[in-house]
């Protein structure tokens, strides 16, 4: 079975290969195509995942890889431990050319997400979790430890689906004091919390599970919390790989 560290190492090499061949054909012409169920794939989504799926089954072919344009691997029976790889999260806002994608890739245990890293092309930043369980940030050739901030009594910072803003959300966060809202696309929503710049991250549209697995393993390492909006804790391998309604936390 692959070590943790080596896993972890794998995971992070491969996001930051994956990241740049994305922003290759970013920086170039590059057609959209339209999926069944009406959103965008490219040329980067295809090849990022092609790449992801032939990096991890490399390193750890005793995990099975569930992935976001690998339609087969859906109906997979969820194993107590698998990968969930979203290649370009965010190409809405990579079609946009907006920089706000991300490669995502995570390890889920026995519904938990124990590994994950986020990484931003554009943007830049990689995030990850290390073998002590610490979430990190790598952002011109320094790592820092990151942690989610306690809510400040001035009120709540929310981070806020730049593509995706649904009415449900937007009554969520009205229970609450709200300071300030960031708006932003992908995975980045998850980052900000877990960097401390934002406390809460509402999600009550549809997604799925390759979408959310990375930024939330991040999250929880820096001491935050991902959590039905009834409070329950937010689990992986649900039927189809579908996730319902979620709020990301800062430390509570």
């Given at each position: 079975?692959?070590?943790?560290?080596?896993?972890?190492?794998?995971?992070?090499?491969?996001?930051?290969?994956?990241?740049?061949?994305?922003?290759?054909?970013?920086?170039?012409?590059?057609?959209?195509?339209?999926?069944?169920?009406?959103?965008?794939?490219?040329?980067?989504?295809?090849?990022?995942?092609?790449?992801?799926?032939?990096?991890?089954?490399?390193a750890?072919?005793?995990?099975?890889?569930?992935?976001?344009?690998?339609?087969?691997?859906?109906?997979?029976?969820?194993?107590?431990?698998?990968?969930?790889?979203?290649?370009?999260?965010?190409?809405?806002?990579?079609?946009?050319?907006n920089?706000?994608?991300?490669?995502?890739?995570?390890?889920?245990?026995?519904?938990?997400p124990?590994?994950?890293?986020?990484?931003?092309?554009?943007?830049?930043?990689?995030?990850?979790?290390?073998?002590?369980?610490?979430?990190?940030?790598?952002?011109?050739?320094?790592?820092?430890?990151?942690?989610?901030?306690?809510?400040?009594?001035?009120?709540?910072?929310?981070?806020?689906?730049?593509?995706?803003?649904?009415?449900?959300?937007?009554?969520?966060?009205?229970r609450?004091?709200?300071?300030?809202?960031?708006?932003?696309?992908?995975?980045?929503?998850?980052?900000?919390?877990?960097?401390?710049e934002?406390?809460?991250?509402?999600?009550?549209?549809?997604?799925?599970?390759?979408?959310?697995?990375?930024?939330?393993?991040?999250?929880?390492?820096?001491?935050?919390?991902?959590?039905?909006?009834?409070?329950?804790?937010?689990?992986?391998?649900?039927?189809?790989?579908?996730?319902?309604?979620?709020?990301a936390?800062?430390?509570?």
């Amino acid at each position: 079975m692959t070590d943790c560290s080596t896993l972890i190492s794998e995971m992070n090499r491969t996001a930051l290969d994956a990241g740049r061949l994305i922003r290759e054909i970013y920086e170039r012409d590059f057609a959209t195509e339209r999926k069944a169920d009406g959103s965008p794939v490219t040329e980067a989504d295809k090849r990022a995942e092609a790449l992801i799926l032939e990096r991890l089954n490399a390193a750890a072919p005793e995990i099975p890889i569930v992935s976001e344009e690998n339609a087969a691997s859906h109906s997979l029976s969820p194993p107590d431990r698998f990968f969930l790889v979203d290649p370009l999260d965010g190409t809405k806002e990579f079609v946009s050319r907006n920089g706000e994608f991300t490669v995502n890739i995570a390890l889920i245990e026995r519904g938990v997400p124990a590994l994950g890293v986020v990484y931003a092309p554009v943007k830049g930043g990689l995030y990850w979790v290390d073998a002590q369980g610490h979430a990190v940030e790598a952002r011109e050739g320094t790592q820092t430890a990151i942690r989610a901030r306690p809510a400040p009594a001035s009120g709540l910072v929310a981070a806020v689906s730049r593509s995706h803003l649904d009415q449900a959300s937007q009554d969520y966060l009205a229970r609450y004091t709200i300071a300030g809202t960031i708006s932003a696309g992908s995975s980045l929503k998850f980052c900000l919390v877990a960097r401390g710049e934002a406390d809460v991250y509402p999600r009550f549209g549809p997604t799925n599970e390759w979408d959310t697995a990375a930024g939330d393993a991040v999250l929880r390492a820096a001491g935050g919390s991902m959590l039905t909006p009834e409070g329950e804790v937010f689990r992986y391998g649900k039927p189809g790989y579908r996730n319902g309604p979620y709020v990301a936390w800062g430390r509570r």
